[in-house]
């Protein structure tokens, strides 16, 4: 399963998975550009084994109806990319008054994740891959205002959610240790993709100006692939990783006690334990 498979190294991770033969769930927010990226798939690749599923990520309605949807079907789960995510300039909120770029960014991992964790577990051995960024060390958990209500730094927010992801997987390794299930995190690099271009007309101008210094989405997506497909990953887990290297993350993401302090804030925040 690999969540914000429309675009950017979502897309690209599931095109090169295709091509290993693998079995694809893809969750995308829109049908019609999801339905777009399973012909693409198929045309490209040849294999036809890919199912579209919908779901917005900033719902945790609907990341609930999602995980029913995909447990109901009985099947194994061998892999889970937690891809999607987001930036934005300017504070949101979503329909469940979560600020959405630490809903979409975090809490979506958390929720969707425990809410396959069994099945993952009964599929052992599985993977979970979160992707993450080296944005992390731009941010720091700050609990007494993670939403950012008091004070609004897209640029920060996203920082926090991004050293939320390390934190989650760190944690969750620690939690899944010799249950057969492994998880890592990655960094894709700047990308040259839609991503921020929700941020309108200024969006649209930074990436314009970043554009020719980032890379390419099938650079950007191959740190995923290699983490979801290689055997050298072999009961590897808890780690990070960029360029498909181990690679240090900042220091407070190796805090343990800030790391069971977000797990127990985000149980209470998603009502999944």
Known sequence: MITGASSGIGKITAIKL???GARLLLVCRDR???DATVADIAAETGNRDVELMIADLGSQRQIRQLASNLLARNEPLHVLINNAGLVNLSRTVTEDGIETT???????YFTLTLLLLDRLKQSAP???INVASDAHRFG?????DLGGERRYS????????KLANILFTYELARRLEGAGVTVN?????AVAS???KNNGALGRLLLAVAGPFMRTPERGAQTSIYLASSPEMDGVSGKYYLDCKLHQSNAESYDQATARRLWDVSAQMTGVT
């Open 32 to 34: 019609t550009r999801g």
């Open 154 to 161: 897209g640029f920060r927010i996203y920082g926090r959610s």
């Open 102 to 108: 630490f809903a979409v960014n975090h809490l979506a």
């Open 185 to 189: 995190c990655a960094h894709p690099g």
């Open 194 to 196: 839609g991503f921020g």
């Open 18 to 20: 295709a091509k290993l």
């Open 126 to 128: 599985a993977r979970i």
């Open 140 to 144: 720091t958990m700050n609990f007494d």
